[in-house]
T-cell receptor
Framework: GNSVTQMEGPVTLSEEAFLTINCTYT??????LFWYVQYPGEGLQLLLK?????DKGSNKGFEATYRKETTSFHLEKGSVQVSDSAVYFC????????FGSGTQLTVLP | KAGVTQTPRYLIKTRGQQVTLSCSPI?????VSWYQQTPGQGLQFLFE???????NKGNFPGRFSGRQFSNSRSEMNVSTLELGDSALYLC????????????FGSGTQLSVL
């Protein structure tokens, strides 16, 4: 079946540091890939998506590239802010969304 | 435009009871999906409804059921509650096309004592 393996957290960074959260997947066919973010006490919000190989999703300074050869969709941001502190979920969809375990990010001022 | 609304926000029940959670999707959305979020198991897919029909189902026991009404509002029911059912239950809506993004509600936090 489909699965998503995500970098274990928690991750703690200083403001303006570079962020990478690794995500790899196993799926049949050609799934769409997503990053969702969950702020404390809230539901999930879509951060970015990519629907085919070599697509790059980007939003709010975050980027991720759909790499079919390495079955990866790593999340990156060049300079994190305190307001980026949240839990980040990598996900794929074929018939339904399958999520990774989530990575807690804390950004310190 | 209003987002996905879930009620109630918090719920406390005891073992053996049953519970019904409600979800109102974004206007125009015909697909509603339900997820269970726990610290140990993460986010797990329960089921999806589209135009009043269950279109997809995850690996949960039959105690977990749902339905969707003609106005796309959905309810989820859990019977004979167990301690392990304590979780945040999230509802998400979309137009229903494959690969499109989901819009999530803030969830219902269920505690089973």
């Amino acid at each position: 079946g489909n699965s998503v393996t995500q970098m274990e957290g928690p991750v703690t960074l200083s403001e303006e540091a570079f962020l990478t959260i690794n995500c790899t997947y196993t799926a049949t066919g050609y799934p769409s890939l997503f990053w969702y973010v969950q702020y404390p006490g809230e539901g999930l919000q879509l951060l970015l998506k990519a629907t085919k190989a070599d697509d790059k999703g980007s939003n709010k300074g975050f980027e991720a590239t759909y790499r079919k050869e390495t079955t990866s969709f790593h999340l990156e941001k060049g300079s994190v802010q305190v307001s980026d502190s949240a839990v980040y979920f990598c996900a794929l969809t074929a018939r339904q969304l399958t999520f990774g375990s989530g990575t807690q990010l804390t950004v310190l001022p | 435009k209003a987002g996905v609304t879930q009620t109630p926000r918090y719920l406390i029940k005891t073992r053996g009871q049953q519970v019904t959670l409600s979800c109102s999707p974004i206007s125009g959305h015909r697909s509603v999906s339900w997820y269970q979020q726990t610290p140990g198991q993460g986010l797990q897919f329960l089921f999806e409804y589209f135009s009043e029909t269950q279109r997809n189902k995850g690996n949960f026991p039959g105690r977990f059921s749902g339905r969707q009404f003609s106005n796309s509002r959905s309810e989820m029911n859990v019977s004979t509650l167990e301690l392990g059912d304590s979780a945040l239950y999230l509802c998400a809506s979309s137009f229903g096309d494959k690969g499109e993004k989901l819009f999530f509600g803030s969830g219902t936090q269920l505690s089973v004592l």
